[in-house]
């Protein structure tokens, strides 16, 4: 009775000698085992394997028609499947983000806050978790930069007369309490970046360092005017600011009137829209050269007038065309929102969500975090392609085919 070797599954390990080198003349086997029985036992296809290599989890159909949506993995053994879904997408195909089923109304703009959690940014006039709630807005209160989600707060104006030669606008404003208001802020923007042998052309109003900044570009240099410091005392501020040909100026609080000149050309190009507070992008490098602020406003901008004539009459800015996340001075939609266990209510202008402690989740923080929830700290250690099981103690990952450990990390 003589002994056998090893059983080999669809090839012969070429370390191994066969009589005849029979082995180097088989065909390798291609397609998908699902059990293994000797002598009437079942053996562990894969559980009992001593080496092997090349070897992955077999699709069965289902895979092989790529049904998971939205950058989704297709993961698998021989009879069971299910999509591995990318950050912010879920379902049973990877179908659904919170953002796909939008909760939010009026136009507002969606943000996915995790994988079933949004972020409803309101358009300018509505305020509210979902942006359901109209707002009056006669003194415009604006967020500043977008750091989280990348989003401005703002307003924008259209149908304006041309400003090519003069204009001079008046406006107060207030700044918001915090070291970051005067620091890098757009107040007020309009114009062109320019393209090929065509200049900038714009007119900005900023804040930098405790400073305000007026600087235009008529398409052929920049002329920049800065006022000195402001009073911290003041809480409401004056700005005066202009442009007559070449020659600009600056008026803020009773400072003295400042003045300076731009090279080249004489005439600023028409543009579409005027944001202020900030601009529709988050993004600087949209904007001129010499327009960049790294944030928009912090606080209340109001009673907003401008002139296109010298010695003409002043008048109003108006209803804007279009805006987000812009709120009215002196009230807080934080007030209506009452964040559960702990959590933090976010105000960004009109917009407000829940920033939830360590183990909650939810629009108001009334949900536990899982252990197998990405937003638990720290998340779970499960291998990609393994499945997260919550125990009443902590969690178990569920390996796929061809794959071991504690965490599903062992091939």
């Not at 600056?250 to 050309?265: A, E, I």
């Not at 934080?334 to 969500?353: A, E, L, M």
Request: charged letters at 20%; aromatic letters at 10%; hydrophobic letters at 30%.
């Amino acid at each position: 009775q003589g002994a056998f070797g090893p059983i080999f599954l669809g090839a012969v390990s070429s370390h191994w000698e066969t009589p005849d080198r029979t082995g180097e003349r088989l065909r390798r086997f291609i397609g998908c085992m699902g059990k293994l029985r000797v002598n009437s036992i079942d053996r562990d296809l894969i559980g009992e394997a001593v080496r092997g290599r090349n070897i992955e989890n077999c699709d069965p159909p289902a895979c092989q028609h790529l049904p998971c949506r939205n950058g989704g993995t297709c993961v698998s053994d021989a009879e069971n499947w299910f999509c591995q879904c990318r950050p912010l997408y879920t379902g049973r195909l990877c179908q659904f983000s919170a953002c796909e089923r939008n909760p939010c109304s009026h136009g507002a703009t969606c943000i996915p806050k995790s994988p079933l959690e949004a972020v409803c940014l309101c358009p300018y006039g509505r305020q509210g978790l979902l942006c359901e709630e109209p707002i009056n807005i006669t003194r415009a209160r604006f967020s500043g930069g977008g750091a989280q989600f990348g989003y401005t707060s703002f307003a924008a104006h259209s149908d304006l007369p041309s400003f090519t030669f003069f204009y001079e606008f008046r406006l107060q404003i207030t700044l918001a309490n915090n070291s970051m208001a005067a620091r890098d802020n757009l107040v007020l923007f309009a114009g062109h970046k320019g393209q090929g042998n065509n200049g900038d052309d714009y007119l900005v109003l900023g804040l930098r360092s405790g400073r305000v900044v007026h600087r235009f570009n008529l398409g052929s240099g920049v002329a920049t005017i800065v006022s000195d410091r402001l009073d911290p005392r003041v809480t409401i501020h004056s700005v005066v600011f202009g442009r007559s040909g070449k020659t600009g100026w600056l008026k803020v609080d009773g400072q003295r009137n400042q003045t300076r000149s731009s090279p080249g050309l004489r005439g600023l190009k028409d543009f579409k829209h005027l944001f202020v507070g900030g601009y529709r992008e988050y993004t600087p490098e949209l904007l001129p050269l010499g327009s960049r602020f790294s944030q928009g406003f912090q606080g209340c901008i109001f009673d907003v007038k401008f002139s296109t004539r010298r010695g003409g009459t002043f008048q109003a800015l108006g209803h804007p065309s279009f805006g987000r996340n812009v709120g009215q001075c002196g009230v807080n939609p934080c007030d209506h929102v009452h964040c559960g266990h702990g959590g933090t209510c976010v105000d960004s202008g009109s917009s407000v969500y829940c920033q939830c402690p360590l183990g909650w989740k939810g629009a108001l923080c009334t949900e536990t975090v899982s252990v197998c929830d990405v937003e638990h700290s720290p998340p779970p250690l499960c291998a990609q392609g393994s499945t997260c099981i919550p125990l009443p103690n902590g969690y178990t990952c569920r390996c796929p085919l061809g794959t071991a450990g504690m965490y599903c990390d062992k091939g």
